[in-house]
């Protein structure tokens, strides 16, 4: 996978050209942890063949981009409720994707995010609204959601599972931990597809879904920006009804407070994308992106 790095400040953002040059410019965003490389490479293929100019890129603490120093061991859902000052904050977040379009060269551009990807996607275009064209905002918790009004969407139980997971230290262990997740978070109506999984999970340069620290400072920015009502671009909210980590009342919520906002729940579906929705999930973006344009 290609690198190059633009620039926040102090904080490099690692980002890679994924293909389509002279489409519609897409940029992806990951969720919690993990890098760029967790984007299925036939999804991405998908894109490109709807017309998209796709580049994806790792956020800050995560992948190739700056992390920053540890702080102390606090679990990640722990830290949504924690009072003490964060090393940065999610305006931060939002402007290391523009710091990607600028150095990318491109003025505005489609945003499509998963999990916290999706939360970001959500403030990206709320702090950004003249860079981003439209938001596709899958399996992700709503934005205008905050504190202890996040806990009604999320599944605690599997919190508390992932959290007693234990795995060896070194690369065998980050596999073994890598594809865990993975199962844990799979679509149970789909076929688990533990090649493409295994390829994602090597392709890792860190071991960032380990890195709860990371985690912590990622999923503990806080938000000071507008609410969802405030959205003017068209915007797509995709959730698997079998989603194990998030509720589908958290798309609901999203769903209902964007204005106009179109909202898929896919039956049968975890927190992944799996193989079989790749051309519809592309179709649905590209569907959005001729809105957005209309």
């Given at each position: 996978?290609?690198?190059?790095?633009?620039?926040?400040?102090?904080?490099?953002?690692?980002?890679s050209d994924l293909g389509g040059t002279g489409g519609d410019p897409l940029l992806l965003v990951m969720g919690l942890g993990v890098s760029r490389a967790?984007?299925?490479?036939?999804?991405?293929?998908?894109?490109?063949e709807q017309g998209f100019h796709v580049v994806a890129y790792d956020q800050r603490d995560s992948g190739e981009s700056t992390r920053f120093p540890d702080?102390?061991?606090?679990?990640?859902?722990?830290?949504?409720?924690?009072?003490?000052?964060?090393?940065?904050?999610?305006?931060?977040?939002?402007?290391?994707?523009?710091?990607?379009?600028?150095?990318?060269?491109?003025?505005?551009?489609?945003?499509?995010?998963?999990?916290?990807?999706?939360?970001?996607?959500?403030?990206?275009?709320?702090?950004?609204?003249?860079?981003?064209?439209s938001i596709t905002v899958s399996g992700a918790m709503p934005s205008d959601a905050a504190g202890i009004g996040q806990l009604r969407h999320v599944r605690?139980?599997?919190?508390?599972?992932?959290?007693?997971?234990?795995?060896?230290?070194?690369?065998?262990?980050?596999?073994?931990?890598?594809?865990?997740?993975?199962?844990?978070?799979?679509?149970?109506?789909?076929?688990?597809?533990?090649?493409?999984?295994?390829?994602?999970?090597?392709?890792?340069?860190?071991?960032?879904?380990?890195?709860?620290?990371?985690?912590?400072?990622?999923?503990?920015?806080?938000?000071?920006?507008?609410?969802?009502?405030?959205?003017?671009?068209?915007?797509?909210?995709?959730?698997?009804?079998?989603?194990?980590?998030?509720?589908?009342?958290?798309?609901?919520?999203?769903?209902?407070?964007?204005?106009?906002?179109?909202?898929?729940?896919?039956?049968?579906?975890?927190?992944?994308?799996?193989?079989?929705?790749?051309?519809?999930?592309?179709?649905?973006?590209?569907?959005?992106?001729?809105?957005?344009?209309?």
């Open positions: 996978m290609n690198t190059h790095y633009a620039r926040n400040g102090t904080v490099r953002i690692a980002y967790w984007w299925p490479q036939g999804l991405v293929s998908a894109l490109v702080e102390d061991n606090v679990h990640p859902f722990a830290a949504l409720f924690r009072s003490r000052s964060a090393p940065y904050s999610a305006e931060d977040l939002t402007d290391d994707a523009v710091a990607v379009l600028d150095a990318v060269g491109w003025n505005s551009a489609h945003v499509f995010g998963h999990s916290l990807g999706g939360l970001l996607a959500q403030r990206i275009a709320l702090r950004h609204p003249s860079r981003v064209r605690l139980g599997f919190v508390l599972r992932m959290s007693r997971l234990k795995f060896p230290e070194g690369p065998e262990g980050d596999v073994a931990a890598g594809l865990a997740l993975a199962r844990a978070i799979a679509s149970p109506g789909y076929p688990f597809d533990e090649a493409e999984v295994r390829a994602a999970v090597e392709r890792e340069v860190t071991s960032g879904i380990r890195d709860a620290r990371a985690q912590s400072r990622q999923i503990g920015a806080p938000w000071h920006g507008g609410r969802l009502a405030e959205l003017t671009v068209p915007a797509l909210v995709l959730h698997g009804e079998q989603d194990p980590v998030a509720r589908p009342s958290a798309a609901r919520a999203t769903a209902g407070a964007v204005p106009d906002a179109r909202l898929v729940l896919l039956p049968g579906v975890g927190h992944d994308l799996p193989r079989a929705l790749w051309p519809r999930i592309a179709g649905e973006v590209r569907a959005l992106a001729d809105r957005a344009v209309s």
